[in-house]
C-alpha cells in the first residue's frame, strides 16, 4: 500500500487544517475554547466519536470490524505566548498568528493537522481495521499538566490501551525524513522557582543588611559545580536559570529576590538529586549570608523512552512503506515532553518529523519568534503515523516485555509531585 501517495492527496487539507491552528492559535488551559471546539467539529465532520475531557483535551474513538489490539495516536493542541516574527530564515511566512503575543512556536499546528488526516484516513479503512486507534488532543502541554486529567479519565473509565504513538516536528532534521529513537527520544524537566528572603538596609551600610542577591551569588557559583558532582559522565544533565527578579532601588541593598531555572537529565533519578542539591546549595548560601529562602518544584516529567519493539517496529514500517532515505539518524531531544507520561505506561514510541527547509526558509529553533516549518514534511509524518497504525493493529509486535513504571497513574502522579 503506498501510504505516501494516499496522504499527498490530502495535502491541501493538512495545509487548510495547519494554517487554521497556526493563525487562531491559543495558550491554555483556560484559553484553549475554540481550538478543541475545532477540533470536536472536525470529527464530527469525518464521524469519529468523541469526548471533551475538562482540563484535559479531546479523546476520540475508532472502532475497528474486528477484535484485537487498541493504538493511542496523540497530538497536543496549544501555542506559546510568544510574539511571532512575520519573516523566517529566508523572507515571508506563508501564514502568521492572527493574535497579538500568542504564536504556534513549537509546531503543535502542524501535529493537531496530522492527527486529523491520520483520523481522517484510518475512518475510512474502519470496517477492515483489526482493532481500535484512541486519538489524543492533549490541552495545555507547554505550561500545565492537563495531560493528568486524561491519564485520570483514562483510568477511571478502565479504558484499554496496548501501545502508544507520537509525533513531534524538529527544527534541526532535514523536511522530508522521520526519525525513530530507540531509548531515550526527549529528556527529563526539573522546573523550579525559589524566593530567598533577607533584610534590606541603605546602600551606604550594608553591614546592617542581609543582601538576598548576595545569597544568589554564592548559590550560583556553587550550581555550576552540580553537573560534574550530581550526573555520571557518561549520562546528559544541564541546567540554566533564565528568570531573575531582584531589588527596588540602586542604593537599597534587596531583601527579597525570585529565580527560576530548569534542569535536563537523562537519567530520570538525576532530576529528584538535582532538585535535592538545589535545596542544599541554598541552604548553604543562605545560612553564609543570614538570609531564608522557599523552594517549589514547578514541574517534574520524566524522560520520554521509546520501547526498543516499537522503534524497531516504526523504523521497518518506514524503511518498507515510505523508504530508506526518509529514515533519520537523530541525537535523542534536550527538550522535555508531557509524552512521558504515556511512554512510562505502555509501549510507546515518539517519532521526530524533520521540518527544516532552508529554501523556505524553516529551521529556526523552537519557541523562537521565527520559527516555521515545511508544510510539505506533514505528508512524511502522517504518513509515518498511518502506517503504524495500520500494521500495528493487523500484526502486532510481541510487547510482553514492557514493564511500566508505576502500577497506576494515580501513583505515577504522586511519584512526580512528591518533593519532601
Request: proline residues 4%; contains cysteine; hydrophobic residues 40%.
Amino acid at each position: 500500500m503506498d501510504y505516501f501517495a494516499e496522504v499527498n492527496e490530502e495535502f491541501d487539507e493538512l495545509v487548510r487544517l495547519r494554517r487554521h491552528f497556526h493563525e487562531n492559535p491559543e495558550c491554555g488551559p483556560a484559553e484553549q475554547i475554540k481550538t478543541l471546539e475545532f477540533i470536536e467539529n472536525e470529527l464530527d465532520k469525518i464521524a469519529v466519536r468523541h469526548v471533551r475531557i475538562e482540563h484535559g483535551g479531546v479523546l476520540g474513538f475508532i472502532d475497528g470490524a474486528k477484535d484485537g489490539k487498541t493504538l493511542l495516536l496523540r497530538s497536543d493542541t496549544d501555542a506559546l505566548p510568544i510574539q511571532e516574527d512575520s519573516e523566517n530564515l529566508a523572507g515571508k511566512k506563508l501564514c502568521v498568528s492572527n493574535v497579538k503575543g500568542v504564536s504556534h512556536a513549537c509546531g503543535h499546528d502542524g501535529h493537531m493537522a496530522m492527527l486529523l488526516v491520520t483520523a481522517k484516513l484510518l475512518k475510512q479503512r474502519e470496517q477492515n481495521l483489526a482493532g481500535s486507534v484512541i486519538l489524543m488532543f492533549e490541552e495545555s502541554e507547554e505550561i500545565t499538566l492537563e495531560v493528568e486529567q486524561i491519564c485520570k479519565y483514562i483510568e477511571e473509565k478502565q479504558i484499554k490501551i496496548d501501545a502508544c504513538y507520537g509525533n513531534h516536528v524538529r527544527w534541526d532534521m532535514p523536511s522530508g525524513t522521520v526519525a525513530c529513537n530507540d531509548g531515550i527520544a526527549m529528556h527529563g524537566l526539573l522546573a523550579f522557582e525559589v524566593e530567598i528572603f533577607g533584610k534590606n538596609g541603605h546602600g551606604s551600610r550594608p553591614d546592617l543588611g542581609c543582601s538576598t542577591l548576595d545569597a544568589f551569588n554564592l548559590f550560583y557559583n556553587s550550581m555550576n559545580q552540580m553537573r560534574m558532582k550530581l550526573a555520571a559522565p557518561d549520562v546528559r544533565f544541564t541546567w540554566s536559570i533564565g528568570r531573575v527578579e531582584c531589588g527596588t532601588a540602586r542604593n537599597v541593598i534587596p531583601d527579597h529576590l525570585y529565580f527560576g531555572g530548569t534542569a535536563r537529565f537523562s537519567e530520570a533519578e538525576d532530576g529528584r538529586r538535582a532538585f535535592f542539591q538545589i535545596k542544599k546549595y541554598l541552604e548553604s548560601a543562605c545560612s553564609v549570608c543570614d538570609c531564608k529562602f522557599k523552594i517549589s518544584p514547578d514541574q517534574y516529567l520524566l524522560p520520554v523512552v521509546n520501547y526498543s519493539t516499537c522503534a524497531e517496529f516504526a523504523k521497518e514500517n518506514i524503511i518498507k512503506n515510505l523508504g530508506k532515505e526518509v529514515l533519520y539518524d537523530a541525537e535523542p531531544w534536550m527538550a522535555s515532553e508531557t509524552f512521558n507520561y504515556l511512554s512510562n505506561f505502555y509501549p510507546s514510541v515518539y517519532c521526530f518529523v524533520g521540518i527544516k527547509n532552508e529554501k523556505i526558509g524553516s529551521g529556526e529553533n523552537h519557541h523562537t519568534p521565527k520559527f516555521d516549518l515545511d508544510e510539505k514534511a506533514l505528508v512524511y509524518g502522517t504518513a509515518a503515523a498511518l502506517s503504524y497504525a495500520v500494521n500495528f493493529l493487523e500484526n502486532p509486535p510481541d510487547l510482553s516485555g514492557f514493564k511500566k513504571v508505576r502500577p497506576s497513574f494515580k501513583d505515577f502522579i504522586s511519584f512526580v509531585h512528591d518533593f519532601a
